[in-house]
């Protein structure tokens, strides 16, 4: 352990110290159990001890956040975690990126902003290309952004249509054993979808538009055949697309139309000897004019902490499955040979 030491840090407004704070000084704990320090309030100051290195850290955390606050921006569990995870990365000084625009306001008023700098290169890539390709584990707001994008592109007029879709695969259920007819079978696939449309619009008017036209929420079955001009069209849960259906869908593209897939390659429903089209597209479109292929990783995830460690806890296991397969296929290959 290093020499222990004392360090200051001045809030220029009480405003934000109170942000920072938060309720019965929540955020404040969660930094003095994650970098082991102490921190004490003495008017707008705020004086941090405790090892040298991890009071240095607390110090550029602690300013992270009062500059957040000082732009309005919210200081709630998710952000002092995420920022505590720059610091310890070394990037904390990505985190001028946080505050920035507003992607789109919901139907109750709350604006929706990228929230990490993975999420805010996601946002600029959807902006910048006609086809972008957002590949992530689950809670990283890879949909949910997304639809952000498209709503704000239609109430712009820069689109006439949002056309949203997603394969219809089956997790460890078959479509024929659901009751209703074919609408109801595929809407339980489609139910994320709606939830996000009904956050950012309101349930009535989602519902004025889809009976317009204008919104078209629809397994990616219904998109064979179709051109689709002047549309924001989001591939949903595209890691369970075949190679052909990706393909089939990619050439859907018509003029004025901006195009987000979005995946997860490790949670992928297809049977063994189908390959993955989101997998496929990756490979065979890395590089392309126009297209984007963001990669969101459990940094990004802003929902519980919890799921946050899980999709860590899962990816170590994966590793160490990698790991044993090349002594396996050794060993098996001895056998043999005896």
Known sequence: MGKIVERIVNAERVEDLIAVFGSFDENIKRIEDALNVHVVNRGTDLRVSGDEEMADKAVRTLEGLLALASKGETIDEQRVRYLITLVNEGNDHQVAQMARDVVCITAKGKPIKAKTVGQQQYMKAIQKNTVTIGVGPAGTGKTYLAVAAAVAAFRERTVNRIILTRPAVEAGERLGFLPGDLQNKVDPYLRPLYDALYDMLGAETFQKYQERGSIEVAPLAYMRGRTLDDSFIILDEAQ??????????????????????TGDVTQIDLPDDKVSGLKDAIRVLDGVKDIAICRLTSADVVRHALVQEIINAYERAAQKIEMKKPAQQFKGRYQRKK
């Open 240 to 261: 369970n697309t075949t190679r052909e259906q990706m393909k089939m869908f990619l050439t859907r593209l018509g003029f004025g139309s901006k195009v987000v897939i």
